[in-house]
């Protein structure tokens, strides 16, 4: 039985009803429930799908971190599911799902399949391309011939993950630039009937798995972000090449290597170039970089919370050879559990505090609160899952400190956390600048190479 913050994870048990006393069984608490409060029906229903598949990824979780690959059979998997239209709008025919359902998704994931929740949560980033767009439409942001195009591309974006298509976003680039998180250097020039893409993209989860590759790109000539443009790229596309798989230290199973693009033909119809079009859907963002960061944050949790259940287990199953006592049970083990118990507390803390902020109606907070808020809490959080499974290390000792083991695949995924998106230092500085020079969100830069 996991313990913890969360709170203990029961199974489903036998009651008895009052009208004829004949057993009945209550059903399970989704995994997702454990981070995401108090649920909807509706909610619980889209926690239900998840925790349908958990056992299928849980299975394949060694052999992947192994092999560092993605298994492909997860894809049908989700897709059987209906998850991959998770935070589709069920008039697009999607579940209709919101952050909410995506941060109980990932982190379900996470306590499974830590790169499988990855992917998926990348996958999932596709769908702002589609509701940001739609929701700058409503807010009046565009205008005249404007609206068409936009809404055409937003609506495409969200028929297809409705209809199944597994999207890559691809935009991380190793291009940096010092006013950005994210540079986009990869160009798009005019051809006849559409464009050409030319560049590389060094970090996209699913590389040479999804069916399409959501990629952004800066149109040639420009040279600030109201350049970037938005393309529909299929995986089989001539002049998609996928890069040297990447011998990651953790999430080695998510396909993270990226693309090269070399004179890509894109049709017209398959892209979204509105000059500024990229910088206006963006305004729509409640906070947390596109809207919907969080659940990345929210994957490490998952993740963090397996281990320390595991750990939590492991010490209170075992015992001493000489005393017969619980590990758990010496001062050394409980300082250390209470350490993971403070540290897992403040990453729930974090990430619930960070939900609310971003789901409430009407806004607790102005934007740039939400936006100060989250680059601080995703390092905080990020570094409290770490140290929580540095603990669970210390506590299992030698004897649980197998490459392929829980805590130290936990320990590698966890590493990773700690420079995705952006380092806790750069999120601390980036929430100073507010505060002291009312900075704003600078998420991404148009830049040459």
Known sequence: MGVGPAGPHLPGRLLTSWKGMQPMTQPRTPTGARLVEQMTDAERERAERVEAVLPRLREAAAAADAAAEFPSGHVALLRDAGLLGLVVPAEYGGLGGGLRDLAAATYAMGTACPSTALSYFFHNTSASRGLLPLEAIDAGLFEGDEVKPVRAFAEKVL???????????????????????????????????????????????????????????RLDGTTDADGLALFLVPREAPGVVSREPWNGLGMRASNNHGVTLTDVFIPAEEALTVPG???????????????????????????????????????????????????????????????????????????????????????????????????IAKGDITEACFQVVMGAFKACGTSAATMDGVIGRAMRDLAMGLVMTFPAERGRLEAAQVITEHKENELFASVQR
């Open 159 to 217: 028929n297809r993950m409705a209809t199944g298509t597994w999207m890559a976003n691809f935009a991380s680039e190793e291009v940096k630039s010092s006013s950005a998180n994210i540079a986009i250097a990869t160009t798009a020039s005019p051809a006849e009937g559409g464009w050409l893409l030319n560049g590389v993209k060094s970090f996209g989860c699913a590389t040479g798995v999804a069916d399409t590759y959501l990629v952004t790109a």
């Open 277 to 375: 079009a990229f910088v206006r859907m963006l305004r729509m963002s409640r906070g947390s970089f596109v809207g919907n960061q969080l659940a990345i944050a929210a994957c490490y949790l998952g993740a963090t919370q397996n281990a320390y259940d595991f750990a939590v287990e492991r010490l209170t199953r075992r015992t001493f050879a000489d005393s017969g006592r619980p590990i758990a049970s010496s001062p050394m083990h409980q300082v250390i559990i209470g350490d993971m118990t403070e540290r897992l507390e403040t990453a729930y803390l974090w990430i619930r505090r960070q939900l609310e902020l971003e789901t409430s109606e009407p806004p607790l907070l102005p934007k740039s609160d939400v936006y100060r808020q989250w680059r």
